[in-house]
């Protein structure tokens, strides 16, 4: 028995349901897509609608890897730790793609919730990859909390746009 065995139920009751808002975010998205879209429009969506794809399929990966059958944590510590790495990379990205779209004015809740708080998971993701060398259980404590925290972020972006674009976009079409 490795030291993920007691992790799998987690990760099946958090990457599923990550996978299945993965094709809710595309139904979405296919149903506002009969909308003109402006340059700015495409801007905003890379700033917004991206990352929580992203975020949703960073948890499905996590929960993938972690129902692997590996022989220790090594590898799978090292992956994790990456994973976290390149998240917090492409966070920096959101970041400027956020200051630089036209389309929508920030607020606070947004750079909360599009910057802060997912740089914090893969930070968190990243450091238990490392923990997870000398401090194993601890580590996957950290990683629960980092892969379901990208799981409520990636629920509160996308009722966040859906909100946006039913209230909002629709009644300034109108």
Known sequence: ???????????????????????LQFVVITLIAARPIAQA???????????????F??????????????NGVITVAVLWGLVGLCGAVYVVAVARRMRVQRAYQPVFEDWLFHVLLPCAAYIALALSGYLALSHTRPALFLLGAAALLLLFIGIHNAWDAVMYYVFVRSRQEE
Do not use: R
Not at 1 to 23: C, E, H, Q, R
Not at 57 to 62: A, I, P, R
């Open 57 to 70: 399929g960073v948890v499905l990966l996590l929960s993938a890897i972690a129902n692997v059958p590996w």
């Open 1 to 23: 028995m490795t030291v993920l065995d007691g992790w799998k139920n987690f990760y099946v009751i958090v990457g599923s349901p990550a996978g299945a808002l993965i094709g």
């Open 41 to 55: 429009d495409a801007q905003t969506g890379s700033a917004f609608a991206t990352p929580t794809v992203v975020h």
